[in-house]
Structures are given as structure tokens and as C-alpha cells.
């Protein structure tokens, strides 16, 4: 049985007032979820502020990014130690913004993995396709792309240290949501890619949905056998909706 994961990806969105309350809203309101495992990933300066509000709570903060590089003359870069250094378990990678708006490519992203794990991080890899590549019916060659890129360089026990996020790109922040049918689709493609490599490995990686998901359709998602959890951008800025979301997940184990 995997323990489900909603994580919270805030973007660059926030202020020390709106992140202090943000916390609050999310603590006060967890007591009831015990099976689903909730985590932040807030914008890097106030990963110290997660710090201080979440530690001997149950809820892990991570990053929304890293460099590929360990230190030194990388102007406005942060590396993997830095936010282990506060307290972070975990990090995207690749996610679709990082991709588009700032040129990484699969390559980048793998590093990035890479370095993420040395770090002593649990990498959340995001991967999902445009509306074009979906329209030319090359969704799963995309994804397997995406996928073989850290298998290749981090062999498949990586994938097993880490998270997989299937994030069609036409739904992150666009209100379109796949439909429960296609996000189970592509995640039971993932997971039958991984299992090329190895059955363990395939059992227990934790896949989430991410693209526009909220209280609304997080009930019908999760009841997916191949939807772990979800990650959540927009809805994940409103402690209510949030927790809504997380319940959803709490229970459809
Ligand atoms: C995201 O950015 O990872 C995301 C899923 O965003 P949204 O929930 O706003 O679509």
C-alpha cells in the first residue's frame, strides 16, 4: 500500500504575512488526516519560515527547484545541501514551468535529480506533455522520455528514492483538469515503464496528479489505483481548499 502525498507547489506567490497565515490555516486544519502524507514546497526564502512553523509537525516543506551545481559562482543559484541545510525532504525537478520558461531539458533535469538525491533530497519529477504533443497522440513518448532520461543516468533504484508528478501541461493552472480515465491512463503507462526495470520499484514509487486539481475532482482522481496523491498548485494557496484536497486523498486509502 503507498501513502498517498499531496504536496503544495506555491509558485512564486506570497508574503511573509500570507505565508505565516497560510501555515497556520494548514495546521490547524490537518488534525483529522492521518493516512495521507502533507508537505509545502514554498518559494525559497520562505523555506525558513516552513522551517520554523512545521518542524515536530507532520508536515514536510521542500523546494521548488535546485541547481545542478554544489556551490560556488552560480549567481542566484541555490544548491541541494542548502535546503537540506533547512530542514527541506523535498524538491521538484522538472516541472513544466522550469521547462518551458527556463530552458531545461532532460538532460538538466536528470542532473538535477541527480544532485537532488546526493543532497540527501527526495526529488519529485514532473512530467506530462503539451496540448500539441497530446494532439499528436505522442503523449506517452514524451512521458517515456522524460522518464528514461534519470533512469539512464540514476538507473531505475533512483526513481525509487524519489516521487513521480504526471503533470499534463494543458492543465497546470488552465482550470482544464485531465479526466480521471486519462490521468489513469498515462500514470498506468509510468508505472508499467518503471516495472520495465524492476517490479519493486514500480510497486512502490508514489505517482501524483497535478493540473489544476481542487476539492472538486481531487475525489474522482484519487480513487484512481494509479493516482497516488496529487500536486497542487493554485488551490494549494487556500488552507481550505488545500485541505480539501488532502482529505480526498486521506480518504481513498
Ligand atoms: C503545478 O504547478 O504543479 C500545478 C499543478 O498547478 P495548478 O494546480 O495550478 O494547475
Not at 13 to 33: C, D, P, Q, Y
Not at 57 to 75: V, Y
Not at 133 to 154: F, M, P
Amino acid at each position: 500500500m503507498r501513502q498517498p502525498l499531496v504536496a503544495g507547489n506555491w509558485k512564486m506567490n506570497g508574503s511573509l504575512a500570507s505565508v505565516r497565515e497560510l501555515l497556520a490555516g494548514i495546521k490547524a486544519g490537518i488534525g483529522g488526516i492521518s493516512k495521507c502524507e502533507v508537505a509545502v514546497c514554498p518559494p525559497y526564502v520562505f523555506i525558513p519560515v516552513a522551517q520554523a512553523e512545521l518542524s515536530g509537525t507532520s508536515i514536510p516543506w521542500g523546494g521548488q527547484n535546485l541547481s545542478t551545481e554544489q556551490s560556488g559562482a552560480f549567481t542566484g543559484e541555490v544548491a541541494g545541501s542548502m535546503l537540506t541545510d533547512f530542514g527541506c525532504t523535498y524538491v521538484l525537478v522538472g516541472h513544466s514551468e522550469r521547462r518551458t520558461l527556463y530552458g531545461e531539458d532532460d538532460a538538466v533535469v536528470a542532473k538535477k535529480y541527480a544532485v537532488a538525491r546526493a543532497a540527501g533530497l527526495k526529488p519529485v519529477l514532473c512530467v506530462g506533455e503539451t496540448q500539441e504533443e497530446r494532439e499528436k497522440g505522442i503523449t506517452e513518448e514524451v512521458v517515456a522520455r522524460q522518464l528514461d532520461a534519470v533512469i539512464e543516468l540514476e538507473g531505475v533504484d533512483a526513481i525509487g528514492d524519489g516521487v513521480i508528478a504526471y503533470e499534463p501541461v494543458w492543465a497546470i493552472g488552465t482550470g482544464l483538469t485531465a479526466t480521471p480515465e486519462q490521468a489513469q491512463d498515462v500514470h498506468a503507462f509510468i508505472r508499467n515503464r518503471v516495472a520495465e526495470h524492476s517490479a519493486d520499484v514500480a510497486d512502490k514509487v508514489r505517482i501524483l496528479y497535478g493540473g489544476s486539481m481542487k476539492p472538486g475532482n481531487a475525489v474522482e482522481l484519487m480513487a484512481k489505483p494509479d493516482i497516488d496523491g496529487g500536486l497542487i498548485g493554485g488551490a494549494a494557496l487556500k488552507a481550505e481548499d488545500f485541505l480539501g484536497i488532502c482529505r480526498a486523498a486521506d480518504d481513498s486509502v
